[in-house]
């Protein structure tokens, strides 16, 4: 979403942030459990072997800090065991990852400064006549992902926070809830990025894809996700707001919306190391804070795979 991704024009400043919250972070992502060893299947599996597809998105399409990592340009942290070369793979399709971490929907329009560089192109400009498959995954930095966490992580179980007691009120004085009205103006954001693939490849089938469960239905668990109980079901109900909005503008513009979260809401970020698919702030596996890992990116691909076909 990315979320503890990095936003447009300021990956380093925003990586720099997140480090400073969890130090011990970016030690351990260094760590490749065998538990996360990915087996790809080559080879054609469907009606849709050898097809072009196109993967557009941010930090939790790119796959941030999974191995093997990218050089070009290695500022996206892309990963090739991400969702998108995993479906590739099983299905054996022709594919163009042109994901980012920190991607918004402007960067599906516009370059995208990342560090180290070089800038990644507007995402779009990958998507041509020729293209048969696209999918997207986008919108979570257009909320603001980064500084969510950093203001809704509490000192204790019960707060207080960067912005007072807890973030909900923060974000949702006297029931004016920004997130929401952020979420609403998402939505059309959407339905245009999905409008202009319409419009570059006309018969491409285009698939929206949503962002898997990152905290429990209810609960917490501070401090492995350090949110205050009621910042946690907060940030839990935007979520499933946000990819509400995702499967809205897909279904308006004639998109398949493949839904992650519902699979993954016994893998979130709160489950065990050997259950989960969304790390917690302080990784054990080889991914980026808050993001999924190998095993999440993998369940994600299983999703896309069975909408594709």
């Known amino acids: 979403m990315t979320r503890i991704s990095h936003l447009p024009g300021g990956q380093g400043r925003a990586r720099a942030r997140l480090r400073r919250l969890v130090p011990a972070a970016m030690a351990v992502t260094?760590?490749?459990?065998?538990?996360?060893?990915?087996?790809?299947?080559?080879?054609?599996?469907?009606?849709a072997a050898g097809q072009t597809y196109v993967a557009l998105g941010d930090s939790?399409?790119?796959?941030?800090?999974?191995?093997?990592?990218?050089?070009?340009?290695?500022?996206?942290?892309?990963?090739?065991?991400?969702?998108?070369?995993?479906?590739?793979?099983?299905?054996?399709?022709?594919?163009t990852?042109?994901?980012?971490?920190?991607?918004?929907?402007?960067?599906?329009?516009?370059?995208?400064?990342v560090t180290p560089g070089p800038a990644n192109p507007p995402q779009l400009q990958a998507v041509t006549?020729?293209?048969?498959?696209?999918?997207?995954?986008?919108?979570?930095?257009?909320?603001?992902?980064?500084?969510?966490?950093?203001?809704?992580?509490?000192?204790?179980?019960?707060?207080?926070?960067?912005?007072?007691?807890?973030?909900?009120?923060?974000?949702?004085?006297?029931?004016n809830d920004s997130l929401k009205a952020a979420i609403t103006a998402l939505q059309s954001k959407i339905a245009g990025v999905i409008a202009q693939v319409r419009t570059q490849a006309p018969g491409a089938k285009v698939f929206v894809v949503g962002y898997p469960a990152i905290l429990p239905q209810s609960g917490a668990c501070w401090p492995s996700m350090p949110f205050e109980t009621g910042d946690a079901q907060y940030l839990n109900q935007t979520e499933v707001e946000l990819n509400s909005a995702l499967a809205t503008a897909a279904a308006a513009n004639g998109a398949t919306y493949v839904n992650t979260y519902t699979p993954s809401i016994n893998h979130n970020a709160c489950t065990s190391e050997a259950t989960r698919w969304v790390e917690p702030l302080v990784p054990a596996s080889a991914a980026y804070p808050v993001h999924p890992n190998a095993n999440g990116e993998a369940a994600m691909a299983q999703e896309l795979e069975a909408a594709m076909v």
Not at 97 to 113: E, H, K, L, P
């Open 97 to 113: 990852d042109v994901s980012c971490s920190g991607a918004t929907t402007a960067n599906m329009y516009s370059a995208q400064a």
């Open 60 to 95: 939790y399409t790119s796959g941030p800090d999974i191995p093997t990592q990218s050089t070009s340009p290695a500022g996206c942290l892309r990963s090739n065991h991400n969702y998108p070369s995993v479906t590739a793979t099983a299905l054996g399709l022709s594919l």
């Open 129 to 175: 006549t020729s293209t048969q498959i696209v999918s997207l995954q986008v919108g979570g930095d257009d909320l603001g992902f980064t500084s969510i966490i950093e203001n809704c992580v509490a000192l204790t179980p019960w707060g207080p926070t960067k912005v007072g007691a807890n973030c909900k009120n923060y974000y949702d004085p006297h029931g």
């Open 30 to 47: 260094a760590l490749v459990p065998t538990a996360l060893s990915l087996t790809l299947v080559a080879g054609p599996s469907s009606a």
